[in-house]
């Protein structure tokens, strides 16, 4: 079974109340965490009809302030599917409602993983690649997962080589002392 990313886009927008400011009086990024968990969760279950649980983040830059008083959307869309999960693309922007002016704020990638009633990972329908936008999405996917592994490998503790690192090191901001 295969689905249409459409068929599962999720977007929800929230007023920004001082309940959510920081103490400079801009939303917590905690808060907008909180948010965009939650949609990636709603876009992933209504893609795979099973519970999902948040398995990574992919990079999150907070691009943007976002204050007190502004609209926050956040948008969904399943950009990947795998046997059993899923990587949700999500976009989050900021509108002054006085001003109308939208920001972009912050995009990042949620991997998720479907459950059965038992917990343990469920098959999810794949997706339909219906535009060259989803073909490319699809494939930076793939090449996301390929960087992370090669980064988790080049830096396993049983593989790391010192040497290879410490004139780099000494020219960044750090003083090394090993003993």
């Known amino acids: 079974m295969y689905k249409h990313a ?10 920004m109340l ?14 907008i965490l909180n948010l965009m968990d939650q949609i990636a969760f709603a876009c992933a279950s209504k893609h795979s009809n099973h519970y999902c649980v948040t398995a990574s983040v992919n ?8 204050d007190v008083g502004e609209l926050v959307t956040l948008k969904a869309s399943i950009n990947y599917t795998g046997r059993t999960s899923m990587v949700v693309g999500l976009r989050v922007e900021s509108e002054n409602i006085q001003t109308g002016k939208v920001k972009h704020c912050n995009s990042s990638y949620f991997t998720m993983v479907a459950k059965d009633e038992n917990g343990k990972n469920a098959k999810i329908p794949g ?6 936008q989803s073909v490319r999405r699809f494939a930076r996917s793939i090449a996301r997962q390929e960087q992370t592994r090669k980064r988790s490998s080049t830096f396993n503790a049983s593989e790391f080589k010192i040497e290879e690192h410490i004139d780099f090191i000494k020219s960044q901001n750090a003083k090394i002392e090993l003993k």
Request: charged fraction near 20%; proline fraction near 5%; aromatic fraction near 6%.
């Open 6 to 15: 459409k068929e599962s886009q999720v977007s929800i927008t929230e007023l």
């Open 18 to 31: 001082p309940s959510h400011s920081n103490f400079s009086g801009k939303i917590h990024g905690g808060h």
């Open 59 to 66: 990079k999150v830059d907070f691009l943007n302030p976002i």
């Open 127 to 132: 997706l339909i690649l219906d535009s060259e």
